[in-house]
């Protein structure tokens, strides 16, 4: 994703020789707001969506002057069969007044409305108080932007003071989900399992930049988020080197594979033809293939105490060969208790 006033994305060091993004046209900083000191507000309220938030098809906004008129981008959203928009919020400690120019407009044509801002790490105060202000503007919802500064020895602590403070200042009653890289293989320095109190996990497969082809970019984006028990819903790319064909493959992949929802980065880099790719498939809201996280926290607890040798799946289906074995160990784990 976009960091903002540089006007560069940070690189998801992948395979095939990429590290990082080219700089992209347009970059600007947006001004901070000063009018929110963050202290004394009581915890947000907002009502509960009948649907989760991420689910169906939404467009990703950076730079709301670089995509096009309010106007025009509402008639096409609706046009594309989107759910929702995301747009860009918060950098950092930073408010982007930008999304209390399009929240009304959105809600009216029936869009759900995403605020993301872009975190470093180094205020989750000031972020989080940034991420408030972006709902007080008509967000339904937030995602947090977390790439390359927490690939540190601090990382899962800075993960951790994010989280105090966004319950701090924003609450439980607010959906967030956090977006970062898409093959936890090639990120192991990435606290991952650090944003597992998000309530969704929504992995950038920008395939393109990958050299990878988008349903192969998919499985093993999912296979990867498996062990975190979070909805997924991946957000592929309609900038740069992506294809029509391929957006289309994107979408049916990931609603074969059940995904919730889907999305796209971004709007201002999208070409006509790729815009136009988007809206070729319908997207239904699906049940994610994810297990629920207490299923997840069952097979590591096993795995801890020994009853199996290896991580399995959650929803996988067990031979009796395996089924058997659990028992043995579970009699041979009794057997050293009481001996």
């Not at 498996?226 to 994107?250: K, M, N």
């Not at 097979?299 to 929803?315: C, M, N, R, S, T």
């Not at 289906?317 to 160990?329: I, T, Y």
Request: net charge negative; hydrophobic share 45%.
């Amino acid at each position: 994703m976009m960091t903002g006033g540089t006007g560069k994305a940070p690189g998801q060091r992948v395979p095939g020789g990429h590290n990082e993004f080219d700089s992209l046209p347009g970059g600007h900083t947006a001004p901070a707001w000063n009018g929110y000191t963050g202290a004394g507000w009581p915890e947000i309220t907002k009502g509960v969506p009948t649907v989760n938030p991420w689910e169906g098809k939404h467009i990703w906004i950076w730079e709301l002057d670089q995509s096009g008129p309010v106007d025009r981008i509402m008639s096409q959203a609706v046009a594309l069969g989107l759910a929702g928009v995301l747009v860009k919020g918060w950098d950092g400690a930073s408010f982007w007044p930008q999304l209390g120019q399009i929240s009304l407009a959105a809600h009216q044509a029936g869009l759900v409305v995403g605020a993301w801002g872009y975190s470093y790490g180094r205020d989750p105060a000031g972020e989080a108080a940034a991420a408030r202000q972006a709902l007080a503007v008509g967000a339904d919802w937030l995602v947090i932007d977390t790439e390359a500064e927490y690939e540190a020895a601090t990382g899962a602590a800075m993960a951790g003071e994010l989280k105090a403070a966004f319950q701090s200042k924003i609450g439980s009653q607010v959906p967030v989900a956090y977006s970062s890289f898409a093959l936890p293989a090639y990120h192991p320095a990435f606290p991952f399992a650090a944003f597992e109190w998000c309530n969704a996990a929504l992995p950038q497969v920008y395939w393109a930049d990958f050299g990878m082809a988008p349903a192969s970019a998919l499985t093993a984006c999912l296979g990867g988020y498996r062990a975190f028990g979070l909805p997924v819903a991946p957000v592929g790319q309609i900038y740069g080197q992506a294809l029509p064909a391929d957006i289309e493959t994107f979408l049916q992949t990931s609603a074969d594979a059940g995904c919730p929802g889907v999305s796209f980065f971004d709007w201002q880099g999208a070409s006509a033809a790729n815009l136009a790719a988007v809206g070729v498939l319908a997207y239904e809201a699906g049940v994610n293939p994810l297990p629920q996280q207490w299923q997840a926290n069952i097979v590591k607890q096993a795995l801890a105490a020994g009853l199996i040798k290896q991580y399995h799946e959650p929803d996988a289906q067990a031979p009796v060969w395996f089924v058997l074995q659990v028992a043995l160990n579970a009699l041979a784990a009794v057997g050293k208790n009481t001996g």
